[in-house]
């Protein structure tokens, strides 16, 4: 087995060996993972935060020792707690991380970081909701991880990172997850609202707030209205995700 590090700021993961190929998430500065596959150019990955398989420029992450990967998974993780930093690299050039950029192997990769840094620990959930108002207007890339581009999962995933729990990649796989409550009013700041298509497939989610407000990834990072039927967009005048169902995670 194969192991490596994302060394850049942000790079894409791809659902097949092509830059071509769609973007199905990213792996920020600092995060680790298996290579499953390896190929000329390219490797097939697991993330060790979340399980996310997919493919990755070879020339976009650095290997590292087994015992490397795992005193990362046993370290205590350190995320860079600002919208952006920097980072100085051996040759004394910047490199912007975005936040959630783990630290944890900064001097082993012959880096330097002078920014905030946290470490994320299980607190009060309605810190959620202040951790997703720094990405207001982020705005929507399928796949995205990052306040300069992000889609709704890698949102809900991201913000329950930052304050010390994890949860699946996808909107789907998340939905799996917790408990589901019977109606809106059950729910509290910082619980999971997921949102079907025309099939009945979760493609959407979003994070609950006060008084049947939700923070989601639509177009941005936007706060709307939610109901029984769904979200309510108050500038399009007309729901634009139909409710499936809500989720208590913590």
Not at 71 to 76: A, G, K, P, T
Not at 128 to 143: D, K
Not at 183 to 206: K, M, Q, R, T
Request: hydrophobic share 35%; proline share 2%; with cysteine.
């Amino acid at each position: 087995m194969q192991y490596g590090i994302c060394h850049l700021s942000i790079v894409p993961l791809r659902a097949s060996a092509s830059h071509e190929s769609e973007m199905t998430s990213q792996l920020l500065y600092g995060e680790h993972f298996k290579v499953l596959e390896d190929r000329a150019q390219w490797s097939r990955i697991r993330n060790a935060f979340d399980g996310f398989e997919a493919w990755i420029d070879k020339k976009q992450y650095k290997k590292i020792e087994e015992a490397d990967y795992f005193s990362l998974e046993e370290d205590d993780i350190q995320l860079s707690s600002d919208l952006i930093e920097y980072i100085t690299d051996e040759n004394g050039l910047l490199m912007p991380v975005a936040l959630g950029s783990v630290l944890n192997f900064t001097d082993r990769l012959g880096h330097r970081f002078e920014g905030e840094k946290t470490k994320p620990s299980v607190s009060v959930k309605e810190n959620l909701i202040n951790t997703a108002a720094l990405y207001l207007n982020s705005p929507h890339i399928s796949g995205g991880k990052s306040p300069f581009g992000i889609d709704s999962s890698g949102f809900t995933q991201t913000i329950y990172k930052l304050n010390g729990y994890k949860i699946h990649r996808n909107a789907a796989e998340q939905s799996k997850q917790g408990e589901a409550l019977s109606f809106i009013e059950e729910s509290e700041p910082g619980d999971l609202a997921f949102f079907d298509d025309n099939e009945g497939v979760i493609n959407h989610v979003g994070l609950m707030m006060k008084d049947n407000y939700i923070i989601h990834v639509d177009g941005k990072v936007r706060i709307d209205r939610i109901d029984h039927s769904g979200i309510f967009n108050a500038e399009l005048k007309r729901h634009t995700h139909k409710l499936r169902v809500i989720k208590k995670i913590i």
